[in-house]
T-cell receptor, first 112, second 115 residues
């Protein structure tokens, strides 16, 4: 069965710091990978996605993620965070057989 | 464009009362539909998904059930709520025919408090 692990549950950063959130999945076949973001009081929104091709994908608001197949990872990065990036971030995987499977989420708090 | 509507936004119900949460999608046909529950520190747990009218797959045995009476309507129900049913419930849809395009779009969610 597919599963997703997010090891950072709560991250606190100062503005302008660099961000990397870890995401690992367990599935041996072809996967589609996603990062969703949930800003306070808002609904889940897609940040970026990987289906195939270039393993370095760029999303909205300066976020990017790198798919490393050998490590079963899809880490999210941003060179310089802003206060407005305070949100909860979810990694998700879909193998095409069932619905998206989500990680437990990482709460990011950016201090001004 | 496609939109997803989920209501109510908040709900407070007594233990033992019934539940009905409704979700509708507009602007698309034959969508895949999903119900998730979001709990703090536990991410999103898939409860049910549906690939067509009357076709429901249950992911977790529980006190809840789902139905899809129309192509773009998905209902989450319970005959008797438990305290443990409290949580944030999210409806989502994804394009049904193109299996490569598996991005899901979420509704605003329903905050259910069972008292």
């Amino acid at each position: 069965a597919q599963s997703v692990s997010q090891h950072n549950h709560h991250v606190i950063l100062s503005e302008a710091a660099s961000l990397e959130l870890g995401c690992n999945y367990s599935y041996g076949g072809t996967v589609n990978l996603f990062w969703y973001v949930q800003y306070p009081g808002q609904h889940l929104q897609l940040l970026l996605k990987y289906f195939s091709g270039d393993p370095l994908v760029k999303g909205i608001k300066g976020f990017e993620a790198e798919f490393i197949k050998s490590k079963f990872s899809f880490n999210l990065r941003k060179p310089s965070v802003q206060w407005s990036d305070t949100a909860e971030y979810f990694c998700a995987v879909n193998t095409g057989r069932r619905a998206l499977t989500f990680g437990s989420g990482t709460r990011l708090q950016v201090q001004p | 464009s496609q939109t997803i509507h989920q209501w109510p936004a908040t709900l407070v119900q007594p233990v033992g009362s019934p539940l009905s949460l409704e979700c509708t999608v507009e602007g698309t046909s034959n969508p895949n539909l999903y119900w998730y529950r979001q709990a703090a520190g536990r991410g999103l747990q898939l409860l049910f998904y549906s690939v067509g009218i009357g076709q429901i797959s249950s992911e977790v045995p529980q006190n809840l059930s789902a139905s899809r009476p129309q192509d773009r309507q998905f209902i989450l129900s319970s005959k008797k709520l438990l305290l443990s049913d409290s949580g944030f419930y999210l409806c989502a849809w994804s394009p049904g025919r193109d299996r490569k395009n598996t991005e899901a779009f979420f509704g605003q969610g329903t905050r259910l408090t069972v008292v």
